[in-house]
């Protein structure tokens, strides 16, 4: 017991995380995921505003520590009116419902006058585009009637990405590619992730998907890329603030925000890979 405790130690030191229970909440939520479509669809629509929902609270809180100024319940009314415009309307119910709902927080805005207008409008900017907007593309991949085999092969693809670079980091990761913005990330870690997720991306398309499993070898790539590029980004975020987490609320991950950044980032170019392949099939 002694030896497991000090294993696990050692990989937290080396990682950044607790490894247990990362991997009990990526678990957790995997499965909620698979029951909410597997049973009723439209509860995965909910789910996902949830947890938008959790993040733009995570993210309005950093960014009025550091002086900008947001009304984390107006945002709240649009992350969730655009992520169920998202569900019932696809994705030009998304388009205009961002818009409307960017221009109307701006109208609400002048009632404070041209103090703080700037701020305002760009911290409500980031977190519209950053969280509904990305996330919402993680809707239109379920609307289909394939929805649940597109997004658990999506999860597949991020959690190719994410474990098998984590694991290969911490075994034999020595070159750090973004050490400013990113310390615990490895060139090794990358490869790591690029050979396991286009090798997940065959299968899943392949089994899950039924479609050609180069389509799932190439979509696996472009994962790796934006996955990569979405936590490097938030780390970017919140190395500026000088914040290690974005919350608590998850145990082994932080917050709900530093759970999903890959995701939310990755989400437009899985719902691209999908689209580009019905019309090729």
Known sequence: MSDLHSFNEAVNARAGRKLFPSIGVGLSLIALIWFSLAFERTAFAFLVSLALVLATKE????????????????????????????????????????????????????RHGPENFVKRASSTGLALLYLPF?????????????????????????????????????????????????????????VGSLIAT????AVAFNYILKDD?????????????????????????????????????????????????SAIFSAPAMYLALELVKRLS
């Open 59 to 110: 993210l309005s809180a950093a960014l009025t520590s550091v002086g900008f100024v947001n009304s984390f319940r107006t945002l709240v009314v649009a992350v969730v009116t655009i992520s169920l415009s998202t569900w019932f309307a696809g994705i030009n119910g998304l388009v205009v419902s961002m818009a409307a709902a960017f221009t109307f927080i701006l109208l609400l805005s002048l």
């Open 134 to 190: 990305l996330g919402g593309f993680i809707i239109l991949i379920a609307r289909p009637s394939n929805g649940l085999a597109a997004i658990m092969t999506f999860l597949i693809l991020i959690g190719c990405n994410d474990t098998f670079g984590y694991i290969v980091g911490v075994l034999i990761g020595k070159h750090r590619f973004a050490p400013k913005i990113s310390p615990k990330k490895s060139v090794e870690g990358l």
């Open 198 to 201: 286009t090798v997940g991306g």
């Open 213 to 261: 499993w180069r389509y799932g070898a190439a979509a696996g790539l472009l994962i790796v890329i934006t996955a990569t590029s979405g936590d490097l980004i938030e780390s970017a975020i919140k190395r500026d603030m000088s914040i290690k987490d974005m919350g608590n609320l998850l145990p082994g991950h932080g917050g709900v925000l530093d759970r999903i950044d």
